[in-house]
C-alpha cells in the first residue's frame, strides 16, 4: 500500500526539500501552513511514496529540515499581577527540524 507522508518544515528549509526531493524522483505538494506557537510561516508538504522508498523520504527530510536555536523575547507575567511593566528576558528555543506523519493511502 502506497504511503502518504505529511512533512511540517519551516518556510526557510521548504525550497532546499523540494529541489533535494525532486532531484531523487519524488513528486510533492506543498502548501503554506501557519505555526501556532511562534506564528512564522511553514510549509506541509503532501509526499506520495512507494514503502520501499519510505525511510528514503524520512532521511531527506531530516538531513534538510535542521534544528537551530533562536533567542526569542519571553515577559515574565508576575510584572503584571504587582502592577509594573512586565520585564522582557531573552529565551533561547529550538526551531527548525520537521514534524512527519506517515499514513496509507489506497492511491496517489
Not at 512507494?50 to 534544528?67: F, G, S, Y
Not at 527540524?97 to 496509507?104: E, K, L, M, R, S
Amino acid at each position: 500500500m502506497v504511503k502518504l507522508v505529511m512533512a511540517i518544515v519551516q518556510n526557510s528549509d521548504a525550497k532546499k526539500l523540494n529541489d533535494v526531493l525532486l532531484k531523487e524522483g519524488l513528486k510533492t505538494t506543498f502548501v503554506s501552513t501557519t505555526g501556532g506557537f511562534l506564528k512564522e510561516g511553514n510549509s506541509t508538504f503532501l509526499i506520495g511514496v512507494d514503502p520501499d522508498r519510505l525511510e528514503k523520504v524520512i532521511e531527506i527530510i531530516k538531513n534538510t529540515c535542521q534544528k537551530r536555536e533562536r533567542m526569542i523575547s519571553s515577559a515574565i507575567p508576575a510584572g503584571s499581577i504587582l502592577g509594573t511593566i512586565p520585564e522582557s528576558y531573552p529565551t533561547k528555543i529550538v526551531v527548525g527540524g520537521a514534524t512527519i506523519f506517515v499514513v496509507d493511502a489506497e492511491k496517489v
